[in-house]
């Protein structure tokens, strides 16, 4: 454990109160970050963590209150000024040029140059091998984004932070996009960061990695502070229950289930990706009636074209699904609902739903054209919004307006319309894909208690997640998938994370005893 | 969560607000009228008498309202074909083409098929409306089967439309002696109110003794106006109430969302595009039929179609915005004509204010996308 110099305030902000409009978003929040700590802000989804973050890299402006950075009083009006005071931001988003090299992404406003104003590239190089040797990160300078791994790309953006002479580091969702090794090498780097002085301010939502790697943590709620304690002292429960303000429920309530029929059975699936290229490459997989079926991987590994290959969106080149014992190979997607599946789309913004359309208009997507929402061709708006009144009321969806515009509504309740829409289909076959990114701890138990009630009521449910632990959680078997096959079935009850982790990384158990066996 | 909540009603209150788009439209329509009067200034006239040119020029005669009527009827119903395609998400240009397959396939079937009054003119209308049809419908076909983007299809179309237009014009059996144009339609086919009557010796006697009929009698009165706002009813009816209209506007609001939900994406554009075109030959045939009786031999656009863009955008996107839009486009089209006549003032004055008043029309949409965009990526940076 590094050291923290209580001595040395860093970043010390008063009172930060930040007012949009009529909405508070930050209210009066008090955050103070010694030198070598890493601070942990939890809250849920809208919080205010992310404002008050943004208060401090100079995206927004304070209405009332007082920043100090080493105990000097600073103003900072824009980003270039968060930077110049040691301030570096890495965001959840990347934003790196893919066909650059990682030396020419990380220089990119600060190039090196030579005579005449040519880059010197020699120096660029040997410049971000030195910090990424000083903190571990094992980045190639010279390899170019776009052959780079996510969690390879987010070293990067860490890499571009330092180089700019960043000493406060402040990390938005950084595990979101991660493989479980992926998250333990981001632990050790963090680390490294702390023990050569720097301070890092972690963003997040998820317990676990508070719990890993933070010292500190404060809790926003409703853009209050609510506390800010010693990550140490506390249990994770009760860091939830802080965050959300009211006990939460972690594990999932499973009741044993017999297994029914099989209900899904992919034989040799291929499908083509978005530039032509294979995605799957012969995918098998069967699954029955009354089970979760977790499909675990690191995301492109062909999970979005299974996805759109099994609710009829994208072109299967060759092999066959089967719903229910029925072939849907080339079917229409509408043939393809009728025929029993539904699906909680990966994109929800994207595929999820119409946000112009009213929540009411929104529940009968897929039955807009049967009775009683449409009689010869004219749709009776009447039974539509009783439709949707029932439904909300029965999800609990917030506004319990069905006249809202989808749009209007919070991701999460976004979700919770989806899932009920798909829910009422009563589909034998439920696809849940991503069900709860970027979701809060709240809505991620509702979510996990609905995919569980499927499962109860008999029917399949295939989740696929790139949320290791969301699968762990929930599934009765994990299939892992790599570049576009299934390469192992287990059953969650005997499997191990880390096996899971490596897999998903392309670690073929039995690959690897040959040679030794040899 | 309630934060959440409070911001989306607050944004919800703002967003009433920026609705109320007839307010919003007559500001833009006002300081349309401003730019305008500022320019005839700059160029040395006086927009006050030039404004009361325009006001006399429609409302100081029945006869004027009656011409500005017909002149409206075309571009409000091109006013609609493009609206119906821009809320099914789609960019009809080609409005101005299948207006011209309209009225050609109009002034042809109301020349040389022979059918009984009242039955002649629906048959003619219908025909035309469904050759517009289709070759809308074949930019959509092309946008579904190809992925031809329909600004492209429909403006190589337009062009395709004039020059088939002329030729058919200019076949021998088409076209009228010692003229550039097709023969005129059959009586039967046409729908001008008291057309016979009117120049008839009983007619003008009466027309006599009855100064205001007289005036009102002058120009080509007839149904289109009354086609017009039936079209308008039957444009909004099927775009709000049926489920074919459900799945044109899931498709133009979220296309990847209809399909996730198993709407056929591709079958919408092309039902989408043959409606559209299916209106912009309702607005040709409807101007053969009542007021020109005939097709001519075109140098170029005559720019009904591009006129319905502007109908369509003044009068957001809805029928009954496109009427009342049409309704004033089609006033200061005629009246301001008049303003080179009468004060030798430049008529293209009428073009800078339509333009200036687009301009603003468009400037509180820039505003409320401007506004989405920025609580989109409020969202985002606060996590949601």
């Known amino acids: ?518 | 969560m309630t934060l959440k909540n409070k911001l989306s009603r607050q944004w919800h209150n703002k967003k009433h607000f920026l609705d109320h788009t007839i307010f919003f439209t007559m500001v833009s329509i006002f300081l349309g009228l401003v730019i305008g009067a500022i320019v005839l200034a700059v160029v040395g006239f006086n927009p006050f008498e030039a404004y009361w040119i325009i006001i006399k020029g429609v409302f100081s005669r029945p006869k004027y309202i009656v011409y500005t009527i017909i002149k409206a009827v075309p571009i409000i119903v091109t006013g609609y074909s493009v609206a119906f395609a821009f809320r099914t998400g789609l960019f009809n240009i080609g409005a101005e083409g299948q207006f011209l397959i309209g009225s050609i396939t109009a002034a042809l079937a109301g020349y040389f098929l022979h059918l009984p009054i009242v039955i002649h003119a629906l048959t003619v209308f219908l025909l035309a409306v469904m050759a517009a049809a289709l070759w809308g419908g074949l930019a959509g076909y092309l946008k579904a089967r190809f992925g031809v983007h329909e600004v492209i299809s429909t403006i190589m179309l337009n062009w395709i439309a004039l020059y088939l237009n002329n030729y058919l014009v200019m076949l021998p059996s088409v076209k009228r002696p010692h003229a550039e144009a097709s023969w005129n339609i059959l009586d039967t086919a046409r729908i001008d109110l008291f057309g016979a009557w009117k120049v008839s010796e009983a007619g003008m006697a009466w027309r006599l003794e009855h100064p205001f009929f007289h005036d009102i009698l002058q120009p080509e009165i007839n149904l289109g106006i009354f086609v017009a706002g039936l079209l308008g009813i039957l444009t909004a009816f099927v775009l709000n109430k049926t489920t074919l209209g459900y799945e044109l506007r899931a498709v133009g609001f979220n296309k990847d969302a209809a399909e996730q939900g198993g709407i056929n994406v591709k079958k919408n554009f092309v039902v989408a595009m043959a409606i559209a075109g299916g209106l912009a030959g309702a607005a040709g045939a409807l101007n053969v039929l009542g007021v020109a009786r005939e097709s001519v031999n075109l140098a170029n656009m005559e720019g009904y179609g591009f006129d319905g863009i502007t109908v369509a955008l003044i009068g957001s996107n809805t029928s009954i915005g496109c009427f009342f839009s049409g309704l004033f486009f089609g006033a200061l089209k005629y009246s301001g004509a008049k303003l080179q006549s009468t004060l030798g003032a430049p008529k293209e004055i009428i073009s800078i204010v339509m333009g200036t008043i687009l301009f603003f029309v468009a400037m509180p949409k820039l505003i409320q996308l401007l506004r989405s965009m920025r609580s989109q990526k409020k969202k985002e940076t606060t996590g949601v």
């Open chain 1, 1 to 518: 454990m590094p050291e923290i110099d209580f001595s040395r305030t860093v970043v010390d902000m008063q009172k930060i109160t930040k007012k949009f409009g009529e909405v508070l978003a930050n209210d009066a929040i008090d955050l103070t970050v010694h030198k070598g700590e890493v601070h942990a802000l939890l809250g849920e989804n809208g919080a205010g963590k992310s404002t008050l973050m943004n208060i401090l890299y100079g995206i927004y402006r304070p209405t009332s209150g007082a920043i100090f950075i080493n105990t000097k009083p600073v103003q900072i009006p824009d980003p270039n000024a968060a930077i110049a005071r040691g301030i570096g931001m890495v965001h959840q988003h990347f934003m790196l040029i893919k066909p650059f090299s990682v030396a020419e992404n990380i220089m990119l406003g600060r190039e090196v140059v030579k005579k005449w104003g040519f880059l010197d590239r020699k120096k660029a190089f040997r410049a971000v091998e030195a910090l990424s040797e000083k903190y571990g990160l094992k980045v190639n300078p010279r390899a170019k984004i776009q052959d780079i791994s996510v969690g390879m790309g987010q070293r990067v953006e860490i890499l571009k932070v330092l180089y700019r002479g960043a000493d406060i580091l402040i990390l938005d969702e950084p595990t979101a996009v991660l493989t479980p090794q992926e998250i333990q090498d981001l632990t050790r780097i963090i680390r490294n960061l702390t023990a050569e002085g720097k301070t890092v301010i972690l963003i997040t939502h998820k317990l676990g990695e508070i719990k890993l790697v933070a010292d500190y943590c404060t809790i926003i709620r409703r853009g209050k502070r609510i506390d800010t304690v010693k990550v140490a002292d506390v249990s994770e429960q009760e860091l939830a229950a802080m965050m959300v303000g009211r006990p939460v429920r972690f594990q999932v309530q499973k009741k044993a289930q017999p297994k029914g029929d099989i209900i899904l059975s992919i034989e040799n699936l291929q499908v083509k990706d978005n530039r032509g290229l294979p995605a799957l490459r012969g995918l098998d997989l069967e699954m029955r009636a009354g089970e979760i079926m977790g499909i675990a991987g690191v995301d492109g590994n062909g999970q979005s074209e299974l996805i759109e290959a099994l609710t009829g969106l994208r072109k299967v080149e060759s092999g066959r699904i089967l719903l229910k014992g029925r072939d849907v190979t080339h079917l229409s997607p509408k043939k393809i609902i009728h025929q029993g599946l539904g699906t909680i789309p990966e994109d929800r913004q994207k595929r999820g739903f119409v946000g112009e359309f009213t929540v009411a208009e929104n529940m009968i997507i897929e039955k807009h054209d049967q009775p009683p929402f449409s009689r010869r061709g004219i749709c009776d708006f009447n039974a539509i919004r009783q439709f949707a009144k029932e439904v909300i009321r029965q999800f609990d969806i917030r506004p319990t307006d069905e006249n809202y515009k989808a749009r209007e509504l919070s991701g999460g309740n976004q979700q919770k319309m989806i899932i009920a829409r798909e829910i009422t289909n009563n589909p034998g076959l439920l696809i849940a894909a991503q069900p709860t990114r970027g979701l809060d701890v709240g809505a991620i138990e509702y979510v996990h208690k609905a995919l569980v009630a499927q499962r109860e009521n008999g029917k399949g449910v295939l989740l696929i997640s790139l949320d290791l632990d969301e699968i762990m959680n929930l599934a009765d078997r994990i299939a892992v998938i790599f570049e576009g096959r299934i390469t192992a079935i287990l059953e969650a009850a005997q499997a191990d994370k880390n096996i899971i982790g490596l897999m998903m990384a392309g670690y073929d158990p039995q690959k690897q005893a040959e040679p030794a066996v040899a």
